[in-house]
């Protein structure tokens, strides 16, 4: 139904088109109303029986290229009601935690009838980083329960893990039996036991379980709990995302938990590491709803997002009456508090999405002294013959004449396996090619592409060379002269490591 | 103007003046005390305080003169050298002085022996008698006799065989001597040569340790510029730096001595070279405790020159037992009577007679010997058994530890450092920590060494009837007293 060749055309060309588009909640669909965009008199036409009209500038704000719109107080002002394609009446965009499964049910006596195995997991933080935690059905975090407002349900907790056990339904207004206070409204779980939690859920928002035994708490035994919802909040969103930032302490050679420190060295979101973290892929002027929780054991996040100003449009007790939204860049999320970022994807790239502290943009921190970072010195030739060793050079960089040099990180040395695992996800086609380098810890990316784009990256197997979706996009919307590519010895390499 | 300037000149004259509080205040506020940060780096710095602005790492301490050679060297990973053990022994054989003279010992015994043996010579007298004695007839005669006369001693009681047995059986105690002396010899020259085939060993771990050290100072310095050490962790890796040459420097002294004994030991004066042997050996059999003790009951040549001395010691209560049995005296003379004018002979017998001295006394002090050697031997015994004891448990325990740092330890200690380079390859450990680790198993390769030399000196020891001091003069066997101090021996 569409003309392809002239789409295409159209999309190659790069021209900031303003135009409106009809959304039916599918991206075939958007990216049909946005074609027919091309011709403004098939605008008129194509307005759909529920009046979701959606138009691309609100009152100077448009979601198609970065801008405020021309009043603060204006309803539209960075995006604030600006509606995303999909129709209200196709009822919520569908919930998104990368790299984590949907918990399923059945309807059993009148209830969703949910099941939850507490267990030890092994969890792969980053590619071939296998760390030691506790999860549920496999899974640390555990897998999404995504129910609506009013319905019953009835969640079997088995114990397998080693010890006692209670879970918690964060924030829910249940009866006191079912809150999961261990020992204070119910016996543990011992091991090998069964509990079962039945209550009504009369609340819409974000909410979470977790053990309510602290030390499990540290070992990462948390889920999302999504309630939809029964009048679909308004505006609509096009993409409803997920991400739980968690700290781990895990001791250098170590792979079980010290959940005893006070100290944090690993850092995950939704149970991965940057840059293993799956980014999250949008479409170019969709409203974009990411879902944000902080269940580290001590730390808080100062969230940033880079190139989009963002409202905060709830938190985890409640949705906020729009009169009381606040935009921002950085978010302060504390422990065990969630935030709803809710914003107009109109800044095509590539955006860094990470916690702003300096100790959760890293890894496994070691000190970064000793050959690596001599020249002429390779761990190599230390593990050649472990029974003598290599002299070294007595005399040192007269850079470290430099007080504090070097603050490199030095050799965060990724292998073929790992940098293969890394860009085999569709998610992450075309990036730079090293980007992978540029993520470690709480950091992943908010990837807005352009219709044609993103049905590259996401809906095709077409192979998709490292760097140039990233670079279409400078080309369709920054300066291409300017715009260097990755150095080609980089770049080699992970050509290479394909 | 610098707070270093404030305190050691302004502050002393303020006081000096007698100057009042607000100069001093006012002082105060015209030179900030802390200075800003990023000052000159020129300006002399060690009398600043510490932490108040950054001090470059201070320099590495001197090496000690020869460390640097030292450093320099390779450990022969084909030992082109024929000084094996074996070699060593044969020159020791040749040339330590202590087994001539042990040989001469029994020489000299055994001289004793003939000289004891022989028979005594006969005396010659001229003899003239009355000299003018007035004759019937005739008047002064060159006197009544004039002639000659030959004594002789006939020894009885079968005097002089028993001299020459009992000498006889005392350079049998002298060579059970000299064996014990070859032991004394062999055994201290394969002590020397485990100890120094381990010291030499111990230089090259200790070379290992010093590069450790060396990287760990360079550590030390990074982690200044970082923010992550302090002047004085700085100052400390310093000293650990210089203790580190210093034990290297130690290391190669300890060779070079137990070099030079091994040389004196085998009586030829070698220059320091390889040697070429193992300090490990096969561990088939383990030494049991009272099979040693019988071993050294049985064949120690300490206990069997004891023995040989008791055996020498009964011939000599023998030979003093037959001592007052008295020689017979003949004299026998012929010459010419003046007074009668005819030839004449004379003969005389005679004997001591043994009345107050039957030699009673020496024959007490013969028993009394023969008794004393009796205990002699008991207490060689239990002395040699006391020795084993102190030997076995070092034997015991260094054994037991080379087992155990073989099988267990150092393949440990070494799994460990590989962990941790793997881990600090893979941005997963500190490199302080990997250091460590590697310092703590050469160090565990420095122990094994010891237990090494320790298991086999001992080992060697007591195969080798506890004897050492191969440079020791070799004993004689002559006990001292009386019986042997008479000018002709008996
Ligand atoms: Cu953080």
Redesign the interface.
Known sequence: MSDSSSRRAFLKNGTMGTFAALSVGTPAAAALSKEQHDSPSAQASKKQADQHEVQDEYDGFSRYRPSRGHDPDSDYYIGKRVPGFRNPADGPAPFIANDLDKLPWKMKNGAKEFHLVCEPVAREFLPGHWMNVYGFNGSMPGPTIEVTQGDRIRIIVHNELPEETSIHWHGFELPVQYDGAHTMTQNPIKPGKTFKYEFDVHEEGTFFYHSHIAMQEAFGMVGWFIVHPQKVWDPPVDRDFGVIFQNFRID??QTVVNSWSMDWNWHTINGRSGPYATPLVCKHGERVRVRLLDFSPVQHHPIHMHGHTFWITGHEGARIPKSAWIPRNTELVGVAQAADFEFIANNPGDWMFHCHMVHHMMN?M????????REDAK??H??TS???????K?H?DPQ????????KMQ???MTKPMMKKLWSRREVKGMRANAMMSMAGLMTSVRVLPDDLYQRVMETDEKVPKGSIFKEIVKRFGTIEDYEPAPPDVMQKMLNDD | MSAFYFRKVLLPLVMLGGACVPQLLRAQDAFPLVPPAAEPRNVETSRDQVGRRFIPPSSFPKSPAGVEDLMKQETPQSLETDLTLDALLMMATENNPTLVQAQQQIQGTLGKALEAGLYPNPTFYYIAEQIFVDSETDTDTPGEFQGGAVQQEIVTANKREISRRKYQQRAKTAEWMAVAQQWRVCNDVRIHFWKTLGHRQIVDIRRELLKAAEDSALTTREQVNLGQATQAELHLSNVSLQRTRLSLLNAENMYRSQFAMLSSLVGVELEPQPLKGKLVADMESMIDFNQAVENLYSDSPEVLAATAKWQADCITLERERVEPVPNIFVKAASGYNHESREPVASVQIFMEVPIFDRNQGTIHQAEADLARQNAEIKRTKLRLRQDLALHYQKYLTALQHVIEFQSVILPEAKAAYANQLDAYKGDRQNWGDVLKTQREYYQLREQYVHHLITWRTNETLINGFLLHGGLKAAESPTPPGHIDSVAQPR
């Open positions: 250098p050679m496994h070691v000190q970064h002294v000793g050959p690596r970072l761990v190599d230390y593990l472990l029974d003598t060793r290599p002299r070294v007595m040192q470290f004449g430099i007080p504090g040099y070097p603050q050799g965060m040395t």
